[in-house]
């Protein structure tokens, strides 16, 4: 493909009436088809983050890593500089893809050739597009020009994405959704994934962030209910103010009281003045109850008045004060049972779930398992000091197999042991560190692997002949026959094929020479 043709099908992508990040994924397909190359990146610059916003080429879970800059030279290089940088195959510093590229012969492994441009708009920058290869000599100083021309193109499609979101957003009153292209820092704290479980809540949360009823979030332990509820905060209206967590069940019942509505002085022993609530701290923004059916009946029946009226009564005091606070609660407890066996009110209850919002377990976000390991694969790389750290493709299934009671905590500690383990067992620092499926320690599996029963077994013919009965031949065909039908059955991408064969993608390679299939 020549240089003008790149453009022409850059200006092709850029006029397709799609959302904005689907077009920027076809504008990465574009240029992959145009430079040869392993892998392209569009990532969006928040502080000292990089996030992939587009992708082709590298393994799922990279969807979820946030790359901090400092910590990647080949990124802080490429985002200090207006001008194509490329990378040298001897070059000695690390590239943040490292065991990330699909489909290598070695497994996953080094990057050897990469090049990548800053991306500005409207004088300030973006982020960056990057380009990987596995093959030396990939890229030279005819593709360096050719990359810093078709740049320019990129940053038009996504100006283009930016002017659509905020038209959507002047329209609905209400701000971009969480995969959007503007900015996403925050506090630290992002709910990361794409499944159609997740999108479907945060479509509802954005909805109901809007309006000032209070919201009930249900959800198993360690589904992130909290970060559900900051999320409702930095959609509402009320973002500006504050939003205060109280953690329930960490509340001692003789001081409850005190610490939601505060007290006055003299109003118990050691109350030598009078010191506001947590409501008072949260007037005008949210309070978020985390656990609210742990809270004791007084106290159950003190927050009804809340919820009624509006009005605080603190300990001690005769008289009462209007605050204006959105109150969001938390549970994994089933409260229509509670309400059974009078643990809990049942008109608070109705008051407190106005609008109830289920969070989905992990185990109904299976599409998220890769990307919110990949996260945690890139907290912990960076936590240990290693120079790449990623899943072999027996554990990345193990983790697919998984029912994840525990969920997204339970993963998170997974990965956090797996890497730790790793290293104790003489892993370097300085070399690419993959974690294979024992390490993770996981139970057998109760959810089938996907794909995993999707291909037949070679149908062998009713008799056999002297030659068919020699094992080892028979051996080598039913390998032969079930490779060629998992490359068919995955377009020939080795390594999703190696995934359905649960075999390491080097040693399918290997392999497949052997048989004679490469």
Not at 178 to 194: H, P, V
Not at 213 to 227: D, R
Request: glycine residues 6%; contains cysteine; charged residues 25%.
């Amino acid at each position: 493909m020549h240089d003008v043709s790149l453009l022409e099908t850059l200006i092709a992508d850029l006029v397709t009436d799609l959302p904005a990040v689907i077009r920027l994924e076809k504008v990465v397909k574009t240029l992959r088809t145009h430079f040869n190359c392993g892998a392209v990146v569009i990532l969006k610059h928040d502080q000292d983050m990089l996030r992939p916003i587009a992708s082709i080429g590298l393994a799922r879970e990279a969807l979820g890593r946030r790359f901090l800059v400092p910590q990647h030279p080949r990124l802080e290089r490429i985002l200090s500089s207006r001008e194509t940088v490329r990378f040298e195959p001897d070059s000695s510093l690390p590239d943040p893809y490292d065991g990330l590229i699909e489909d290598s012969p070695d497994g996953h492994l080094a990057v050897h050739d990469c090049m990548g441009i800053s991306l500005y708009i409207e004088g300030k920058c973006w982020g960056v597009l990057t380009l990987d290869a596995l093959t030396p000599g990939t890229f030279d100083n005819n593709t360096m020009q050719a990359l810093q021309r078709a740049s320019l193109l990129v940053e038009a499609a996504i100006r283009m994405g930016l002017i659509e979101q905020n038209i959507r957003a002047l329209r609905n009153n209400r701000r971009d959704s969480e995969y959007s292209l503007t900015s996403n820092s925050n506090d630290g704290q992002e709910i990361i994934g794409r499944s159609a479980a997740l999108m479907t809540v945060l479509q509802e949360l954005e909805v109901v962030a809007g309006s000032d009823l209070p919201v009930l979030l249900l959800g198993e332990t360690g589904v992130g209910k909290e970060l559900f509820a900051r999320q409702l905060h930095r959609l509402s209206p009320r973002n500006h103010k504050p939003l205060v967590y109280v953690n329930c069940a960490a509340l001692p019942e003789t001081l409850a009281e005190s610490e939601l509505f505060g007290h006055t002085r003299g109003a118990y022993s050691g109350a030598t003045g009078e010191r506001a609530g947590r409501f008072d701290s949260a007037d005008g923004g949210t309070i978020f109850l985390d656990e609210v059916g742990e809270l004791p009946l007084a106290i159950q029946a003190k927050l009804l008045r809340v919820l009624q009226n509006g009005e605080i009564q603190r300990l001690g005091s005769d008289s009462s004060h209007k605050v204006n606070v959105r109150i969001v609660a938390a549970t994994n407890r089933d409260l229509k049972q509670q309400i059974k066996s009078g643990d809990f009110r049942a008109d608070l209850y109705h008051r407190l779930s106005v609008y109830p919002l289920p969070i989905p377990p992990l185990r109904e976000r299976h599409d998220d398992i890769a990307v919110l390991a990949g996260h945690f694969l890139e907290l912990n790389r960076a936590r240990l000091g290693v120079r790449a750290l990623r899943l072999s493709p027996a554990a990345e299934q193990a983790l697919q197999r998984y029912d994840w009671p525990g969920n997204v905590r339970e993963l998170e500690h997974t990965i956090s042991r797996a890497a730790i383990k790793a290293l104790s067992l003489g892993a370097r620092r300085d070399d690419i560190v993959s974690i294979d499926a024992q390490l993770l320690d996981l139970p057998t599996a109760v959810v089938p692997a996907v794909g995993a029963h999707e291909l037949p077994l070679p149908k062998t013919s009713g008799s056999l002949d002297a030659g068919a009965l020699n094992l080892k031949n028979a051996v080598q065909t039913v390998q032969r026959e079930l490779i060629q039908q998992a490359l068919e059955h995955t377009d020939y991408k080795w390594t999703q094929a190696a995934r359905i064969l649960d075999l390491d993608p080097s040693n399918l390679h290997k392999l497949a020479s052997r048989l004679g299939l490469k």
